[in-house]
């Protein structure tokens, strides 16, 4: 093998004039956010169930031998006392998500502050270190004071500089040995990790607790957060190329983000001397090392590239794993983002045959849509009542698009994306004139099921009948962000024009099946956001844990043994993964 290609890759930055970079990651989230409504449950094992698994569970639960992605059953049998709470719901998580999120963006500096998922977010603090290192006097490092803002002196917190807050992995004690780099670099993150306890207490104060991870990228970051869980923080101090390996070399190759199920099977495989589509190896939990896999004799980038490229992997994979596998990671924390990139309600059925059945949940589902477009887009500020201000739209989603999967029964065990089929076109511009009134947006869903829907429903079904439709998906996506475009629709005069609007179609809906009442819209709307129910079968969602386990099958992205009856509602978790981020 020739050595230099198996060259480690070079970190762009030089490690003394890195970047800090913090993760914060809110200890089984959805579980304190239910906690936090019911304190009572704060001391008992709590698990928060979707469907037949648990979504996550309270350290409570943790130290009884319960799992996040658990079945039921199999959490009831280790902890019999274990709570459930239903959290199919998510808007009380959302909400709780935004509001931390909005804490942390308005505490840094720049707009680098990226969200993961609902409870994890990277901050870009390098500019908020440089400043307040310069400000550092190292005659008083005991009383030294952090600056949380340019202008305001007054704005910032005391703190001890002779130590680091939380736990540190690495060489953090100054022994007097250190070379100037080396210092910097200490004090860089030293300071980070004041910071990063700092914004862990106000978020407290919210009555949330946190994991950090400190670091010099995305990947260390949060790497070093998961450490010490869970409220706790860990910082990463490694000056060295050898010292960042030597870190990367103690973690499962799965706990690396980036690696997915597949990348992980192909290489332990390889490792392992074993033929990546061997069957056991399909089932196998992961079991080797960034070590094992870094350090093999035969591995490099370029091997890498060969072993992982293949249909619908992306071009130079080989060396970002490579980079990965040694803690490089060049990803910048990306800007904040008012507005999610596309926002999507599905709902899971056992089989609908007739178009008039189909007709009723896609206005469901357009109606659960349309709430959820005016909760995401529209500007959210209070408008005076006596001097009504009009309420803009941050962004247009351009296109939407229906996707339908025929029912199977969960023991054919078919794959999350088998058959799924979608068709997208031009989002029509009277979505824009819902108004928040529930009669309102049952007209305008009504109209988008009849001008948009149906017609592409049709195109994706050409038979007549006989679908058996097990999933239906609307999304809407290619957003315009009208912040930076031509200054957005404002919702008052969409207001004017309703009338107009509403007139073409009101006798239509007076006619339909389901007519706007209220009562029965918002009923409608209960039941249907963002669920993936099976209407019908009440008892078996019910208490799910009553049946027989089914077979686990590998979750494509992120490769956890999920039921299969549960695997639509954990898809829904990585596509909010990709909304939200
Ligand atoms: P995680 O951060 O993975 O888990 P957690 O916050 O519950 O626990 P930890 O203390 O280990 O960080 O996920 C955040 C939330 O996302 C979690 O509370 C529940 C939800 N979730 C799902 O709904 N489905 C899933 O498959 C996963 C992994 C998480
Ligand atoms: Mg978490």
Redesign the pocket.
Known sequence: MDISRRKAPRPKYPLTDSRVILHF???????QCVENQQPDLKTLPLG?K?KGIL??CNYVARHRGVK??MLISEAKKICPDLVLVE?EDLSPFRDVSKRLYGLLRSCIWSDKIERL????SFLDVTDMITYNLGLLNRHSLPESYFCLSRTDPEMGFVFDATSFAGCVHGRGDDDGSLDDDLDTLRMRLLLASHLAHYLRMRIEDEGYTT?CGIATNKLLAKLAGDRH??RNQTTLLAPTEEAIWSFMDSHNLRKVPGIGAKTARILQAFVSGRQPDDPNIHTMECSVTVQQVRTHSAMSAPVLERLLSGSGSEKGIGGKVWALLHGVDYTEVKPAQNIPTQISIEDTYRGLNEIFEIHRELVSISASLLRRMQIDLLDQEESDPFQPTPRKWLAHPKSVRLTTRPYTHPSENKPYGWARASRSCSLPSFVFNCSPTMENQEVIAEKLVVDVLLPLFRQLNPARRGWSIGLLNVCVTNMTDESVSSGGRDIATMFRQQETVLREFTTYDENTEKSAAPGDAEQVLRNHEEEEAYPGDEDEDDEPWDQEPSPGEPCPRCG?TIPSFALQA?GR?HSMEMEEG
């Open positions: 990651d809110l200890d089984c989230f959805y579980a928060i979707q979504a996550t996040k992605l959290g998922g609902l409870d994890e994991a869980k869970p956890h954990h978790y």
